[in-house]
């Protein structure tokens, strides 16, 4: 189950914010959690979104970790209005687009 929130938007969209396990084979460092930003219709599209990529177990109860405001403006610049970060509390790190953290690693058929 993910921790996390959403934000509704004057035009009626949401930006949700999730925070993961980091997948096996992505680009975040095994054992870690990753902040994932979506931006879609209403929250049930935007959960669709991060379990079409493969993380099904994704769930939001509640609202206890909504999106900052930064998160906010970070998905909505992105093209694909879905992001993800490793470290949510360095915010030295930038955001990456959500396929460098679902690449299989190198040799995986």
Known sequence: M????????PDGSVVVAL???????????PGTRVRVLV????????LTRVR???????FLRGNSEPPTPDEVS???HHPD???????PEDETEWWHPIARL???????A
């Open 74 to 76: 970070a998905a909505l």
């Open 39 to 46: 931006h879609a219709a209403n929250r049930q599209r935007a």
């Open 19 to 29: 925070s993961l396990p980091s997948p096996p084979g992505g680009e975040a460092r």
């Open 102 to 108: 679902l690449r299989r690693p190198a040799g995986a």
């Open 81 to 87: 209005g879905l992001v993800w970060r490793s470290a």
């Open 2 to 9: 993910a921790g996390g929130g959403f934000v509704k938007l």
């Open 52 to 58: 079409n990529l493969g993380l099904r177990a994704v």
